[in-house]
């Protein structure tokens, strides 16, 4: 009998089932291997400059991983982070494979210089811990000019799918930019010019942070807006669809005649653009370009003496807190000018001394509006009245006077007079003594000698106490006096008298925005809070000043370099945050903490 061999479908039968089996256990390995890896895009940084740290998960069929859990910064302020992915499908054997690869974009500045070291970044899939080689970053003090973008290492093997994958590569020119435009190019000294800042892109706006603010020199700066959220609109421009958003808008006021610059607004940010399967982070950087603006002077013909220095159209009230004093009550003054253009730079009016009453320097309150894009409100000077001597008394016309830039000419404003009555100033009537051995002479007090001779308590034990007191009033009184005439006469003297008191009170309302959750409005009052300290203490027109030339003013006036530094990284992280919110890891009660200590050191 012939032997019958084997059904040949068996055999191939077990062969396909093995080949199952085994492609099955690569492709479970497979699964659980990752490549994981960090780099950054340069090993040199200048202190405070930004590097970029990027850390690749890459594998088959991944799916979701955990983010990295990255190394004590020591050395860094870590000021945002990004994450991208990008897959590759691939056909092996009738199975479908997915290579993935996802980056972890991290921003961070150096806050000291020396050889620093990020230490390695670990993650844990599928019950094994990886982790990335320690990476040693060179600080050194000045800034270094930015290489281009380093790209990740190339794909091994075929891909068919690589054109659709490729590598995040920054902002193509025309995609994003930054404009900034003038209502007007020539204008009168202290007439406003309005610039607003717009971004143009084509493509949804991740992060961004203002990384070079623009300056201001020869200018009087209002803050008409500042963007907390940007609030897209769509556009044409040189018939490409744009989506635009109002960064920023601030009015000008020329304080010297000639031509100014605006200098320019850089922003740093990353584009979102749309991926075959998953969206890509493309980064950016636009800067805004130069505006030039022609500042006239004012006639010098025709300007009146009491002209204060307004240029805009204004009113001009005058009035009295009462109508009458007893007992030497003091009264106030107010002269309010109202209307719209540089209130806020108009200076006191002249008001004329009346002959008993004495006149004190005024005090200044500003309560100013922004309706319709123009700076405008009320300016309030009061002035203490305090009546040395009783009677009617009549205060004349307040003048002041102005200019027009419609009318190219001055014009004059005049209050009405305005009377009151003091009674009982001294315990008497008008033009009586107040009581034996004193009278009125105009406003002084004169004393008159009774009688010649030691005073009686003179002969006692009360002379021990009552003459060193006396004393000590006298160069007390001395000394609050010099403090009050240096008040009036010394701005910087005044400036830095209050500084103190005026950062503890704005501390204090930042810290109630903070525990109410406003956290777009604490980031701005705090940073408000330090640099109008830094103006005070300092006698410095911060408003408008870039990093750069708040560093040299700073500078020259002896502050240590270190304690610049976290005062720019304190201002730069309240602007990140306010520009950026939820783009940037930040903790405001650090923060917080954070000024304090740049305040103590100040």
């Not at 000045?142 to 590598?167: I, K, L, N, V």
């Not at 992060?207 to 044409?236: C, H, I, R």
């Not at 610049?564 to 009660?589: K, W």
Request: net charge positive.
């Amino acid at each position: 009998m012939r032997k019958k061999n084997p059904p040949r479908f068996r055999t191939r039968g077990r062969v396909n089932c093995l080949a199952a089996v085994i492609a099955a256990v690569v492709s479970i390995a497979a699964a659980g291997e990752l490549n994981f890896s960090a780099q950054v895009d340069r090993t040199t940084v200048g202190l405070g400059e930004r590097l970029q740290l990027t850390v690749t998960v890459e594998g088959q069929n991944i799916g979701r991983v955990p983010s990295p859990k990255l190394p004590a910064l020591d050395g860094f302020d870590n000021l945002g982070s990004t994450q991208s992915q990008s897959t590759s499908i691939a056909f092996v054997n009738g199975r479908m494979t997915q290579q993935q690869s996802i980056s972890f974009v991290y921003v961070l500045a150096a806050k000291k210089t020396g050889e620093l070291v990020i230490g390695p970044c670990r993650i844990t899939y599928n019950g094994a811990e990886y982790a990335t080689q320690p990476i040693t970053i060179n600080v050194v003090r000045e800034a270094q000019s930015r290489p281009p973008p380093a790209r990740s290492p190339a794909r091994r093997g075929f891909d068919p799918f690589a054109e659709f994958f490729e590598e995040p590569a920054p902002a193509g020119e025309g995609d994003v930019f930054l404009s900034a435009s003038a209502d007007r190019s020539e204008v009168y000294v202290g007439e406003q010019v309005t610039v607003t800042y717009t971004l143009y892109t084509t493509e949804q706006v991740g992060a961004m942070s203002v990384k070079d603010a623009p300056g201001f020199s020869g200018f009087w700066v209002d803050n008409l807006y500042e963007a907390k959220q940007l609030e897209y609109q769509p556009t044409t421009v040189r018939g490409r669809r744009y989506y635009a958003a109002t960064i920023r808008r601030v009015a000008l006021f020329p304080t010297q005649a000639g031509e100014l610059v605006v200098g320019p607004m850089t922003l740093s940010g990353q584009m979102v653009r749309p991926g075959f399967f998953f969206s890509q982070a493309a980064p950016f950087e636009v800067s805004s370009p130069r505006i030039r603006v022609k500042a006239k002077p004012l006639p010098e013909s025709g300007r009146p003496a009491d002209f204060c220095g307004g240029v805009g159209d204004f009113s001009l009230t005058a009035s009295l807190s009462k109508d009458s004093s007893a007992g030497g009550e003091p009264l106030r003054l107010t002269v309010r000018i109202a209307g719209t253009g540089n209130i806020g730079i108009i200076s006191p009016p002249t008001v004329v001394a009346v002959p008993g009453v004495k006149l004190l320097a005024p005090e200044t309150k500003d309560n100013l509006s922004r309706s319709g894009g123009r700076v405008g409100g009320t300016r309030d000077f009061m002035y203490p009245l305090i009546p040395q001597q009783d009677g009617r008394f009549i205060l004349p016309e307040v003048s002041i006077s102005f200019f027009s830039a419609r009318g190219d000419s001055y014009y004059t404003l005049r209050s009405a007079r305005l009377e009151f009555v003091a009674s009982g100033a001294y315990g008497g009537g008008a033009g009586e003594p107040a009581e034996p051995g004193m009278r009125l002479l105009g406003s002084e007090i004169v004393h008159i000698k009774t009688r010649v001779g030691r005073p009686a308590f003179a002969h006692t034990g009360w002379a021990v106490f009552f003459y060193p007191a006396g004393v000590a009033v006298l160069v007390a009184g001395l000394i609050l006096g010099r403090h009050r005439r240096r008040l009036e006469a010394d701005q910087g003297y005044a400036r830095r008298a209050r500084s103190s008191g005026l950062v503890k009170k704005r501390l204090k309302q930042a810290t109630q925005l903070l525990r109410q959750g406003r956290h777009a409005e604490f980031y701005a009052t705090l940073s408000q809070a330090i640099l109008g300290f830094v103006g005070d203490r300092y006698n410095l027109g911060v408003t408008g000043m870039t990093g750069e030339e708040l560093r040299r003013a700073l500078s020259g006036h002896g502050v240590a370099g270190t304690v610049i530094d976290g005062l720019l990284d304190l201002i730069g992280r309240c602007d990140a945050a306010r520009f950026s919110p939820g783009a940037v890891q930040c903790d405001p009660a650090r923060l917080l903490e954070q000024a304090n200590d740049v305040l103590e050191k100040l």
